[in-house]
């Protein structure tokens, strides 16, 4: 079953919650709230955020950082909410649950949404070969193998698959996975990619060519 993670800071109260949810037969990691929770996510089997905003009011780092993995990795996310701030609640969740946590509500909530995904996920599979990008729950393997990448390997991995055949420049590749506004230069992408072939390919396997004084792209013909 998809992992569910508690965005919240390490306390009793996050810690009983986990206990709870594990007892339900649900796979729970609690990831606290700083600057590294995407690079934890990445490349796991992520079913369903739960985040207690309490400690990331709206319009804090923590909430806009949520909303940055549910906005790119299509991950629902449940409000964990005081009942005197419901009135400020921000509407892009999926839903919510009121304190003091019900640990059957909370599981039924969870199990509601993950049926609602199922439906969905088997549309968003990219195969090259033997190499395998689940889109949906950001997971990569190879000859049914799992790869551990970063999150922005990830990114830069799922693009070019996306898009087989097609060559893209370093300044393209630059925009379309670290956004216009990096300020980092090209040689990233350069790095990104030799820790990609690093990862995905051995003497049987080449996926990522480099198209000289151009940039690279993913083989078509595999």
Excluded at 9 to 31: F, H, M, P, T, Y
Excluded at 125 to 147: F, H, N, Q, T, Y
Aim: glycine content about 6%.
């Amino acid at each position: 079953m998809p992992r569910v993670f508690i965005i919240a800071n390490e306390s009793e109260q996050a810690r009983k919650l986990r206990a709870e949810l594990a007892q339900r037969g649900l796979d729970c990691l609690i990831v606290p709230h700083n600057a590294g929770t995407l690079e934890q996510i990445a490349g796991q089997s992520l079913g369903v955020m739960l985040l207690d905003t309490d400690e990331a009011t709206t319009g804090s780092e923590a909430w806009e950082q949520a909303q940055r993995i549910r906005q790119e990795r299509q991950i629902p996310l449940i409000a964990l909410v005081s009942g005197e701030k419901l009135n400020g609640l921000d509407s892009n969740i999926d839903d919510f649950v009121v304190k003091p946590w019900e640990p059957n509500e909370v599981t039924v909530r969870i199990k509601r949404i993950l049926r609602g995904k199922e439906s969905i996920d088997s549309e968003d599979i990219i195969r090259c070969g033997d190499l395998v990008i689940d889109s949906a729950k950001c997971e990569v393997s190879l000859s049914g193998k799992p790869i551990m990448l970063t999150f922005k390997e990830y990114q830069l991995l799922k693009f070019l698959a996306s898009n087989k055949g097609k060559v893209f420049t370093r300044e393209s590749l630059l925009n379309k996975v670290w956004g216009w506004d990096y300020y980092g230069g090209d040689r990233t992408v350069d790095v990104h990619i030799r820790r990609l072939r690093s990862k995905i390919e051995d003497p049987t396997h080449t996926f990522i060519e480099t198209v000289r004084n151009i940039g690279y792209r993913l083989r078509e013909k595999l």
